[in-house]
């Protein structure tokens, strides 16, 4: 995890400094700090707890927007937006895992790809919005020394977001939707190739299709330079195409985070 941190925190810094000579661009810098627990995968009966530093960093321009993730506007109009839509899987070393005791680890899973945003309803300006969003992306693992492509995602959902009219107060975004993906990318997780199956853990293949219900809540409250936020997602797993999978131990999975960012620089 502490590689993982400080590879992405290189990658922020060159963002950052490629953006800050920018004419265009408004953004801020600063420091976090955040506790998450979560399941080691979804559909684990074990969790795991991280407190993890990270750089903060938001952009704001006309091609490009980087806060909660990352928005390329490769299309915008007031009803529909063409953008780009990134997430990331947690590593899990396999010797934490009852279920995946003797199995390879679990490198970082990054996912990036192009969504169709229909917006219904904008008020404020654009400080708050109700969207859906139809994402789809390609799932590319690494350990940082290789990649292997782990197959793609789709996740329609709905989305209302409320942003900070001014520098102080409250921002949310609500977020409802369902997940499908291919047989790689369930298998990525959820395979259990016959050199691994034992007594107790049986071969497994899985193949591709629904992939859960997943519901987030992320709010956040600044004040001056700090700003403390909260992240609650709950997935929920039942009649999933990979259920009858050995590894797959739990219908419910929940992930929680709370945190600050310290913001020491911005744009004027």
């Given at each position: 995890?502490?590689?993982?941190?400080?590879?992405?925190?290189l990658?922020?810094?060159?963002?950052?400094?490629?953006?800050?000579?920018?004419?265009?661009?408004?953004?801020?810098?600063?420091?976090?700090?955040?506790g998450?627990?979560?399941?080691?995968?979804?559909?684990?009966?074990?969790?795991?707890?991280?407190?993890?530093?990270?750089?903060?960093?938001?952009?704001?321009s006309?091609?490009?927007?980087?806060?909660?993730?990352?928005?390329?506007?490769?299309?915008?109009?007031?009803?529909?937006?063409f953008?780009?839509?990134?997430?990331?899987?947690?590593?899990?070393?396999s010797?934490?895992?009852?279920?995946?005791?003797?199995?390879?680890?679990?490198?970082?899973?990054?996912?990036l790809?192009?969504?169709l945003?229909?917006?219904?309803?904008?008020?404020?300006?654009?400080?708050?919005?109700?969207?859906?969003?139809?994402?789809?992306?390609?799932?590319?693992a690494?350990?940082?020394?290789?990649?292997?492509?782990?197959?793609?995602?789709?996740?329609?959902?709905?989305?209302?977001?409320?942003?900070?009219?001014?520098?102080?107060?409250?921002?949310?975004?609500?977020?409802?939707?369902?997940?499908?993906?291919?047989?790689?990318?369930?298998?990525?997780?959820?395979?259990?190739?016959?050199?691994?199956?034992?007594?107790?853990?049986?071969?497994?293949s899985?193949?591709?299709?629904?992939?859960?219900?997943?519901?987030?809540?992320?709010?956040?409250?600044r004040?001056?330079?700090?700003?403390?936020?909260?992240?609650?997602?709950?997935?929920?797993?039942?009649?999933?195409?990979y259920?009858?999978?050995?590894?797959?131990?739990?219908?419910?999975?929940?992930?929680?985070?709370?945190?600050?960012?310290?913001?020491?620089?911005?744009?004027?």
């Open positions: 995890m502490i590689k993982v941190v400080a590879r992405l925190t990658l922020l810094t060159v963002i950052y400094s490629a953006s800050s000579s920018s004419q265009d661009m408004r953004w801020e810098a600063g420091v976090g700090l955040v998450v627990n979560l399941p080691l995968y979804p559909g684990s009966s074990q969790d795991a707890a991280y407190l993890i530093p990270f750089p903060y960093l938001r952009l704001e006309k091609y490009l927007d980087f806060d909660q993730g990352i928005e390329g506007k490769l299309f915008s109009s007031n009803k529909v937006r953008s780009l839509s990134g997430g990331l899987g947690v590593p899990v070393n010797a934490d895992s009852s279920a995946r005791a003797g199995m390879p680890d679990l490198d970082l899973v990054l996912q790809g192009p969504s945003d229909v917006i219904f309803d904008k008020r404020s300006q654009g400080a708050r919005e109700f969207r859906l969003e139809l994402p789809v992306r390609l799932a590319v690494t350990d940082f020394s290789s990649t292997r492509n782990t197959g793609w995602l789709f996740e329609p959902r709905l989305v209302y977001e409320s942003k900070r009219k001014h520098k102080a107060g409250w921002a949310y975004e609500y977020t409802a939707g369902v997940r499908f993906a291919t047989d790689k990318y369930h298998g990525y997780y959820y395979n259990v190739d016959p050199q691994f199956a034992t007594p107790t853990r049986s071969a497994y899985a193949s591709g299709g629904y992939s859960g219900l997943f519901t987030d809540l992320i709010a956040s409250w004040k001056r330079s700090l700003i403390y936020f909260a992240w609650v997602r709950y997935q929920y797993l039942g009649g999933v195409q259920e009858d999978s050995p590894l797959f131990e739990d219908k419910n999975y929940w992930f929680l985070g709370i945190g600050v960012n310290w913001i020491y620089a911005e744009s004027l």
